[in-house]
Every structure is written in C-alpha cells, then in structure tokens.
C-alpha cells in the first residue's frame, strides 16, 4: 500500500505511456522496489522525468555512488553515461560535468574504459565527433596532436586520422584552407601513389 501512494505522488503530471513503461521496468526487478521508490520519493526526487528516476534506481540498485547523478540537473542520457561509468568503475569526475553533453560523455567513457589519455580531448570545446575522431586516433596509437585541435571539423579530423593510418605525408593537407573533400582528395592520391 505504502509503494503505491509513494509511486502516486512520482507519477503525479507524468505521461500515461511513460508511467507504463516504468511500471514495465519496475516489474523486471527480482527484489522489493519500495526501498527504491521511499528513496526518490524522501529525497524530493519525484519531479524528475521518470527515465531519470530509472537511472537512479539501476544505480541504487547496483549499490552506485548516486551523488554523481543528481549534483547536477542532468538529463536522463547524460544519467545514463555516469551510470554506466560508475558500474565499470572509472573516475566519471572527469565528465560528469554539466557543460558535457551525453554524446560528448560517452566518448569519454569509451575512452577511459580502453585506458586512453582521455584529457587531450575531454574538453568541451570539441564536439561528441571531433572527440570520436581523437579517441580512435588515441586507439590506433598514432600522432592526435597533429589534428586535435577544435578548428578542424570532425570531417576533417578524420581525413588526418586515416591518413596518418595509412602513414601518408598527412602535412601536405592537413591545413586549416582545406575543406574536408579536398583533404580526402589529396590523401587519397597519396595513398595510390
């Protein structure tokens, strides 16, 4: 009884379909979620979109450092990406940051789950692409420092990265005058030569 007025006040103004898809989520559980549900309802966490309470409940329910969830008004994506640090325990402290968005987050997951050097791009002057492009650069062990720089699209990036790949002269375009076409253009000679 207690677990449903507690749900009643978390489902209060939320959508029919969002309500069933979480009451769907609920029922997966093996234990009692009244624990669960008492938690967001005694910490004023109810108003919260309920994929964000989700994420709350997966990490309580996998004994998780929540703090890290809600310090900020994150939304549910970016939730997901702390949780999912936080299970393979890396130091989310260096992306759960307000200023990163869930996609940008998630590249710099990826990158501390392979051990990589994530702080020459975890900066949110780059984009979610340009930091993909540097964190396969950083995987494939080559020379990033020649095209992490936030003036080069991602497009661009990318040129460099595969030219540097494939051990072509990549000075001969990776200049900021090129557009990506043509950068690809001129790797691309360089690589049939």
């Known amino acids: 009884m207690r677990t449903e007025i507690l749900k009643s006040i978390i489902y209060k103004g939320k959508n029919k379909n969002d309500i069933e898809q979480f009451e769907y989520f609920l029922s997966r559980f093996n234990v009692n979620v009244q624990k669960y549900i008492e938690y967001i309802a005694r910490n004023n966490l109810h108003a919260l979109d309920l994929r964000c309470i989700k994420e709350i409940i997966l990490a309580l329910h996998k004994n ?34 307000p200023e990163y968005n869930s996609l940008q987050m998630e590249e710099i997951r990826l990158g501390l789950e392979d051990r990589l050097d994530v702080s020459i791009y975890a900066n949110p002057k780059y984009d979610h692409d340009q930091m993909e492009e540097i964190r396969l650069g950083l995987e494939s062990e080559i020379d990033v420092s020649l095209y992490a720089k936030p003036e080069y699209s991602w497009r661009k990036m990318r040129e460099i990265r595969w030219g540097l790949e494939n051990e072509v002269d990549v000075s001969l375009y990776a200049k900021q005058e090129y557009n990506w076409q043509q950068m690809r253009k001129i790797r691309l000679e360089l690589e049939n030569k």
């Open 64 to 97: 998780l450092d929540i703090k890290w969830l809600i310090q900020y008004e994150f939304d549910c994506l970016q939730m997901e990406e702390i949780r999912l640090g936080l299970e393979k325990k890396l130091d989310v402290s260096i992306y759960a940051k």
